[in-house]
């Protein structure tokens, strides 16, 4: 075999790493806007699956268009916030902030019934990674239409069976206040919920610290929006 | 330098290309690229999509280092070989990213893993680093055919009996067997099942090549 000089090494290693650099960098920014694209339609479908409408990757731009009237962001407070563009605000970044400094988008939907329906993000920890979702309510701001529950790294078959649509459906009609009106979000319950609980949905049997998980994001994500919730309910009234 | 040129299909280089697919399976035979074939092997199709991005990277990588064979210096091979890969590994997993998001969400890490597979910085070293461009390639393609071929029979058997389709098309509803009492196997869905259905492809190979069996 050649024998290679220190200073030939070091020339070549220089010269491959820059023709790396540029293919990588050069791949990265042109494919950028296709990937961005990619991402933006997989948040419309998960939108629009929360007021249980399938869509695939051809029609949700369209179906969101249609089923999504409005959007706005509202602080913790009640209060609307002016100048944020709703399907921007990047929820993994906001349920770092304290709660009193998050934007908590709203996405309100019209369906063909002419029924209002009230879409809210959700973003938690399951058991190896990020959990997130959105939830729907109906226009009395407390009960469930619907939800959808997306995760990276749960454990298929356990913790990822979240993201199944037999486990969302339990959600449907259930109510996060108690007769009271006090907020008590959902309960994720471990061993079955009560049969007739308007506040709980079953855990999933072997999946206890995704269900914990869940149940820790929707206490966590929903309490922000409950002086809103709150506001609007007087409103109607 | 050879002064008579081979032929490009020449019985010695399709053997490069068909000898991987069953005598000298990288997975059935040498045991390597084992890791993914558990991962991803639950639905066909992410298990077709694996095996094609293991090929691009294989194939390329194994031109590339093959062409620079007499210029890559003995003692930085291993690292510019590992360069060479990871390349490769980012440029298809973006490409996926752009163009095949689904997929790519099903693959996650495991296409970032392909740097780690075995049989890529095996095929280089061992081969790439003392054979022509071209029979590198067949190289590569061979090989990466073999993984892919155990890996599309294991997650046949997967989908089929732990989900009830293939590819995504729900074959047994079709056939009525529910109706009959029969019910999907969710232990198929499950790791060890695509240990112990690899474990029965090797039985099986070996039962018929008994040249494979080791002493």
Known sequence: MKDFSNAYIFRFSVILIFIVAVLLSAAAMLLQPLQEKNVELEKKQSILAS????????????????????????????????GIDAFSVDMAEE??????????????????NGEKKIIVPLRGKGLWGPIYGYISFNDDYKTIYGATFNNDKETP???????????????????????????????????????????EVDAISG??????????????????????????????? | MDSEREPLFSSKNLKLLTDPLSDNNPITVQVLGICSALAITVKLKPAIVMALSVMAVLAVSNV???????????????????VVIATMVILVDQFLKAFAYDIS?????FVGLIITNCILMGRLEAFAMANKPWPSFLDGIGNASGYGLILIIVAFFRELLGSG???????????????????NNGL?????????????IIWIQRSKNRSLIEE
């Open chain 1, 51 to 82: 007021i249980n409408i399938e869509s695939t990757r051809k029609n949700a731009e369209k179906l969101y268009d249609k089923y999504i009237k409005k959007t706005l962001v509202v602080d913790d407070q009640g209060n609307i916030k002016k």
């Open chain 1, 95 to 112: 349920i770092r902030k304290p709660h009193n400094k998050r934007n908590l988008p709203v996405y309100f939907s019209t369906l063909d």
């Open chain 1, 157 to 199: 078959g356990l913790g990822a069976e979240i993201s199944t649509r037999s486990f969302q459906k339990q959600f449907q009609k259930k109510t996060i206040f108690d007769k009271n009106g006090k907020f008590i979000s959902i309960l994720v319950k471990k061993g079955g919920a009560t049969p007739g609980s308007p506040n």
């Open chain 1, 207 to 237: 999946g206890t610290l995704t269900s914990k998980g869940l149940q820790a994001m929707l206490q966590d994500c929903l309490s922000g929006y409950v002086p809103w919730f709150r506001k609007q309910m007087k409103q109607q009234k």
């Open chain 2, 64 to 82: 590339v280092i093959s062409a620079l064979r007499k210029s890559i210096p003995p003692r930085i091979r291993i690292i510019v070989q590992l």
């Open chain 2, 105 to 109: 969400k099903q693959l996650s890490v």
């Open chain 2, 165 to 183: 389709t293939l590819m995504g098309f729900p074959v047994l509803e079709k056939t009525g067997l529910y109706h009959m009492g029969y019910e």
């Open chain 2, 188 to 200: 198929m869905i499950l790791p060890p099942m695509a240990l112990i259905t690899i474990g029965i």
